[in-house]
DNA sequence: GTAGCTGCAAAGACTTTGCCCGGGG
DNA sequence: CCCCGGGCAAAGTCTTTGCAGCTAC
């Protein structure tokens, strides 16, 4: 899928110059940030910032890697993109932010989509037992995907 | 609460020395292993390793922080700990390894418990959607505890 | 006795940041 | 024209790893 970002005027209709709550807004729509956002928008593999930097300098061979983190990271301020933070693995990025959550292969890594949602209730039961004022969730699934499952099988026999 | 690692003859009973997919296994209790163990154990506030690391120093200063990275990896392998690679910031370990699952303060970055689990049926639907075979999974919620609403609702008012 | 562990320090992987300049609006 | 945002590189943070000596068993 080839996505093509449209700057109508200033700026795009979601992204306010930041709030109330001091956050950085996007103020220029620059060949390098509307590439980022382009790359992000047209896959569904969940690249990382190396990815997407080597996606982007295929079309800008000049952008740094500081950009394409620091665009990132205003994007998924702005609502624009999510980033995927599983600390001990480096941040992936998805351009999808409807609601769904993720599978990881324990196997290779890869990240899919699973379109299901948190149960409605569960997060007030959650804001019941905690105390906390619960803002957001997570669920991500752990698994093998079909390719790492014949992988293991083979080398199971193998051994 | 204080915890006792008592060392029965060679190994913990839930200790292999690495099963069949070639993990490691802890051989030896060492010190520090039992050091390491009995202060995670021991809290409930999901201690990071370098947090770890200055508890069990109290007990053992000449221990180094690699040594508390390697048996923090070796435990979670052999399902002792769970290493909770929770949203963008280091990795917080739990010794409580009951089923469970997280909610981390906006504010403070503190990670609670919530003893809620996944409905029943919804792994099922997951790997139906994904393909995946799945073999586990995590809630991690995020919101505010109450200190830092209340420190926010302050700071509010003020500005 | 021996191989599994440790302490130490260096290296590695990923991400952020300071600085100065260019260009979008 | 102004200042936001880019390129570059250095620094920062967290984690892993190689090595030589020590120690649990």
């Known amino acids: 899928m080839l996505v093509m970002i449209m700057v109508t005027n200033r700026r795009f209709p979601e992204m306010g110059s930041g709030g109330a709550d001091g956050r950085r807004g996007i103020e220029r729509m620059t060949a390098q940030r509307r590439a980022i956002l382009e790359e992000l928008m047209g896959v569904d593999t969940h690249p990382s910032a190396l990815e997407l930097y080597e996606m982007v300098r295929q079309r800008l061979p000049r952008i740094s890697l500081g950009t394409v983190y620091r665009n990132l990271e205003i994007m998924s301020e702005e609502g624009l993109a999510l980033k995927l933070e599983h600390a001990g693995a480096e941040c992936r990025y998805d351009g999808n932010v409807s609601p769904h959550c993720h599978v990881r292969c324990l196997g290779c890594g890869r990240i899919s989509d699973v379109p299901l949602a948190l149960p409605e209730g569960l997060a007030v039961e959650a804001e019941k ?19 790492c499952r014949r992988k293991r099988r083979k080398a199971r026999r193998g051994e």
């Open 129 to 147: 037992a905690s105390g906390y004022r619960i803002a957001g969730h997570r669920i991500e699934f752990d698994g093998w995907c079909g390719k």
